[in-house]
Protein backbone atom coordinates (compact mmCIF):
# COMPACT_ATOMS: atom_id res chain seq x y z
CA UNK A 1 0.00 0.00 0.00
CA UNK A 2 1.08 3.43 -0.70
CA UNK A 3 1.45 6.73 1.27
CA UNK A 4 0.46 10.10 0.05
CA UNK A 5 3.28 12.32 -0.74
CA UNK A 6 4.36 14.44 2.31
CA UNK A 7 4.69 18.06 2.47
CA UNK A 8 7.75 19.69 3.50
CA UNK A 9 7.78 22.60 6.46
CA UNK A 10 10.97 24.11 4.97
CA UNK A 11 11.30 25.13 1.06
CA UNK A 12 14.00 22.97 -0.73
CA UNK A 13 17.73 24.94 0.39
CA UNK A 14 17.76 25.62 -3.26
CA UNK A 15 14.61 27.79 -3.85
CA UNK A 16 15.05 29.28 -0.09
CA UNK A 17 16.68 32.67 -1.07
CA UNK A 18 13.70 33.07 -4.14
CA UNK A 19 10.89 32.09 -1.87
CA UNK A 20 12.13 34.43 0.97
CA UNK A 21 12.46 37.78 -1.57
CA UNK A 22 8.81 36.64 -2.99
CA UNK A 23 7.96 36.67 0.52
CA UNK A 24 9.41 40.25 1.47
CA UNK A 25 7.73 41.44 -1.49
CA UNK A 26 4.35 40.20 -0.67
CA UNK A 27 4.45 41.28 3.12
CA UNK A 28 5.69 44.89 1.58
CA UNK A 29 2.97 45.43 -0.63
CA UNK A 30 0.76 44.16 1.92
CA UNK A 31 1.98 46.71 4.53
CA UNK A 32 1.26 49.75 1.89
CA UNK A 33 -1.99 48.34 0.91
CA UNK A 34 -2.77 48.94 4.53
CA UNK A 35 -0.99 51.98 4.63
CA UNK A 36 -3.36 53.67 1.71
CA UNK A 37 -6.54 52.17 3.41
CA UNK A 38 -5.89 53.81 7.04
CA UNK A 39 -7.36 57.16 6.59
CA UNK A 40 -4.87 59.30 9.50
CA UNK A 41 -1.71 59.44 7.69
CA UNK A 42 0.32 59.92 11.11
CA UNK A 43 -1.47 55.98 12.54
CA UNK A 44 -0.56 54.44 9.03
CA UNK A 45 2.87 55.75 9.72
CA UNK A 46 3.31 54.34 13.06
CA UNK A 47 1.96 51.16 11.91
CA UNK A 48 4.11 50.92 8.84
CA UNK A 49 7.47 51.41 10.92
CA UNK A 50 6.33 49.18 13.32
CA UNK A 51 5.88 46.72 10.30
CA UNK A 52 9.12 47.40 9.05
CA UNK A 53 10.86 47.15 12.46
CA UNK A 54 9.93 43.24 12.51
CA UNK A 55 10.56 42.75 8.83
CA UNK A 56 13.87 43.84 8.99
CA UNK A 57 14.61 42.32 12.62
CA UNK A 58 13.43 38.90 11.54
CA UNK A 59 12.81 37.74 8.28
CA UNK A 60 15.04 36.27 6.34
CA UNK A 61 15.74 38.65 3.46
CA UNK A 62 16.75 41.41 6.08
CA UNK A 63 19.50 43.45 4.71
CA UNK A 64 20.76 43.52 7.89
CA UNK A 65 23.64 41.74 9.30
CA UNK A 66 23.26 38.87 11.80
CA UNK A 67 24.71 40.68 14.47
CA UNK A 68 23.73 44.76 13.82
CA UNK A 69 22.22 46.47 16.47
CA UNK A 70 18.98 47.90 14.44
CA UNK A 71 17.74 44.16 14.42
CA UNK A 72 17.05 44.92 18.58
CA UNK A 73 16.49 48.35 18.69
CA UNK A 74 14.45 48.93 15.20
CA UNK A 75 15.04 51.50 12.03
CA UNK A 76 15.51 55.14 13.21
CA UNK A 77 12.95 57.64 11.98
CA UNK A 78 11.98 61.27 12.44
CA UNK A 79 8.37 61.95 14.28
CA UNK A 80 5.82 62.63 11.86
CA UNK A 81 5.46 66.02 10.04
CA UNK A 82 2.33 66.43 8.78
CA UNK A 83 3.61 69.54 6.82
CA UNK A 84 5.88 66.69 4.17
CA UNK A 85 2.55 64.73 3.01
CA UNK A 86 1.84 66.57 -0.45
CA UNK A 87 -0.90 65.66 -2.94
CA UNK A 88 0.62 66.51 -6.28
CA UNK A 89 -0.18 66.99 -10.34
CA UNK A 90 2.05 64.42 -12.25
CA UNK A 91 3.21 66.89 -14.70
CA UNK A 92 3.56 65.37 -17.90
CA UNK A 93 7.02 65.33 -19.73
CA UNK A 94 7.09 67.10 -22.90
CA UNK A 95 10.62 66.53 -23.53
CA UNK A 96 11.07 62.46 -22.12
CA UNK A 97 14.39 61.35 -20.84
CA UNK A 98 15.96 58.23 -20.15
CA UNK A 99 18.61 57.19 -17.93
CA UNK A 100 20.49 54.35 -16.91
CA UNK A 101 21.61 54.00 -13.77
CA UNK A 102 24.66 51.41 -12.55
CA UNK A 103 23.38 49.16 -9.81
CA UNK A 104 26.30 46.68 -10.24
CA UNK A 105 29.61 46.35 -11.69
CA UNK A 106 27.28 44.34 -14.19
CA UNK A 107 23.91 45.50 -13.95
CA UNK A 108 22.33 48.96 -14.66
CA UNK A 109 18.72 49.55 -14.00
CA UNK A 110 16.86 51.27 -16.99
CA UNK A 111 13.92 54.00 -15.82
CA UNK A 112 12.19 56.45 -18.15
CA UNK A 113 11.06 60.36 -17.18
CA UNK A 114 6.90 60.04 -17.07
CA UNK A 115 6.26 63.59 -15.67
CA UNK A 116 7.49 66.22 -12.68
CA UNK A 117 5.66 66.59 -9.22
CA UNK A 118 5.87 70.61 -8.06
CA UNK A 119 6.33 70.23 -3.98
CA UNK A 120 4.88 73.28 -1.85
CA UNK A 121 6.69 74.79 1.49
CA UNK A 122 8.62 73.49 3.19
CA UNK A 123 10.21 71.48 0.39
CA UNK A 124 10.61 74.20 -2.22
CA UNK A 125 11.59 72.16 -4.96
CA UNK A 126 10.31 69.66 -7.34
CA UNK A 127 11.50 66.04 -7.94
CA UNK A 128 11.21 64.14 -11.19
CA UNK A 129 8.73 61.18 -11.43
CA UNK A 130 10.61 58.10 -13.33
CA UNK A 131 9.11 54.64 -14.79
CA UNK A 132 11.15 51.66 -13.63
CA UNK A 133 11.54 49.65 -17.07
CA UNK A 134 12.68 46.27 -15.29
CA UNK A 135 10.12 44.39 -13.18
CA UNK A 136 7.23 44.95 -15.66
CA UNK A 137 7.27 48.43 -14.77
CA UNK A 138 6.62 51.14 -12.18
CA UNK A 139 6.24 54.30 -10.46
CA UNK A 140 9.83 55.07 -9.08
CA UNK A 141 10.56 58.52 -6.97
CA UNK A 142 13.87 58.22 -5.12
CA UNK A 143 15.17 61.61 -3.89
CA UNK A 144 18.54 62.98 -2.19
CA UNK A 145 18.31 66.53 -0.09
CA UNK A 146 20.34 68.59 2.14
CA UNK A 147 20.73 66.08 5.24
CA UNK A 148 22.09 63.14 2.38
CA UNK A 149 25.81 62.29 3.95
CA UNK A 150 24.79 62.93 7.63
CA UNK A 151 21.73 62.76 8.78
CA UNK A 152 20.45 60.57 6.01
CA UNK A 153 22.35 57.90 3.32
CA UNK A 154 24.91 59.74 1.23
CA UNK A 155 23.63 58.66 -2.11
CA UNK A 156 19.78 59.11 -1.21
CA UNK A 157 16.12 57.38 -0.27
CA UNK A 158 13.18 56.34 -1.66
CA UNK A 159 9.49 57.43 -1.16
CA UNK A 160 7.94 55.05 -4.11
CA UNK A 161 8.42 52.19 -5.56
CA UNK A 162 5.98 50.14 -6.60
CA UNK A 163 7.38 47.72 -9.10
CA UNK A 164 8.21 46.62 -5.51
CA UNK A 165 5.21 47.34 -3.86
CA UNK A 166 6.17 51.04 -2.07
CA UNK A 167 2.61 52.67 -3.37
CA UNK A 168 1.61 55.66 -1.24
CA UNK A 169 -1.51 55.69 -4.00
CA UNK A 170 -3.58 58.64 -5.67
CA UNK A 171 -5.80 60.99 -4.60
CA UNK A 172 -8.03 61.78 -7.38
CA UNK A 173 -5.43 62.00 -10.10
CA UNK A 174 -2.80 63.47 -7.72
CA UNK A 175 -0.11 61.35 -6.71
CA UNK A 176 0.57 60.76 -2.91
CA UNK A 177 3.80 62.09 -1.83
CA UNK A 178 4.86 61.43 1.64
CA UNK A 179 8.02 62.30 2.81
CA UNK A 180 7.36 60.66 6.13
CA UNK A 181 7.61 57.14 4.57
CA UNK A 182 10.75 57.95 2.67
CA UNK A 183 13.26 54.78 3.47
CA UNK A 184 16.84 53.96 2.94
CA UNK A 185 17.60 51.66 0.07
CA UNK A 186 19.24 48.16 1.24
CA UNK A 187 22.80 48.92 -0.19
CA UNK A 188 23.04 51.41 2.66
CA UNK A 189 22.74 48.28 4.98
CA UNK A 190 24.62 45.62 2.29
CA UNK A 191 26.62 46.27 -0.26
CA UNK A 192 25.72 43.48 -1.74
CA UNK A 193 22.13 44.37 -2.64
CA UNK A 194 21.86 46.90 -5.85
CA UNK A 195 20.12 50.10 -6.04
CA UNK A 196 19.31 52.80 -8.45
CA UNK A 197 19.84 55.97 -6.50
CA UNK A 198 18.68 59.63 -7.08
CA UNK A 199 19.85 60.76 -10.23
CA UNK A 200 20.45 64.70 -10.72
CA UNK A 201 16.71 65.72 -10.95
CA UNK A 202 16.02 64.37 -8.08
CA UNK A 203 18.20 66.21 -5.88
CA UNK A 204 16.26 68.52 -3.40
CA UNK A 205 18.17 71.84 -1.94
CA UNK A 206 16.21 72.15 1.12
CA UNK A 207 16.70 69.06 4.52
CA UNK A 208 13.94 67.01 4.59
CA UNK A 209 13.66 66.02 8.14
CA UNK A 210 10.93 63.08 7.73
CA UNK A 211 11.38 59.67 7.29
CA UNK A 212 14.35 57.00 7.95
CA UNK A 213 17.64 58.45 8.72
CA UNK A 214 21.32 57.60 9.58
CA UNK A 215 20.77 57.10 13.67
CA UNK A 216 18.88 58.12 16.98
CA UNK A 217 21.13 60.52 17.55
CA UNK A 218 20.47 62.47 14.33
CA UNK A 219 18.32 65.63 15.17
CA UNK A 220 16.13 68.23 13.33
Same mark, same amino acid.
Given at each position: ??S??S?E???????????????????T?????? !?????????????? *???R?R????H??????????????????????A????????????AT???V????P??V? *??R?????????? !?????????????????????????????????? *??????A?????G????E? !?????????????Y????Q???A??E??????????????????S
Open positions: MSSPHSHPDPALADELALADWRRRAELYAA !VRATADPARAHAAW *RSANLFGMPQSPLGPDDPLRGSGLPYWPYDRLRFTAPLRPDRAASLPTADET *RIRIGWVELSAP !VDGRLAVWWLEQYGGGIFVPFRDATAGSATYGAG *RYMLDTKGADLLDGAL !VLDFNFSYHPSCRDPSWCPLPPNVLSSPIEAGERLSAAAS
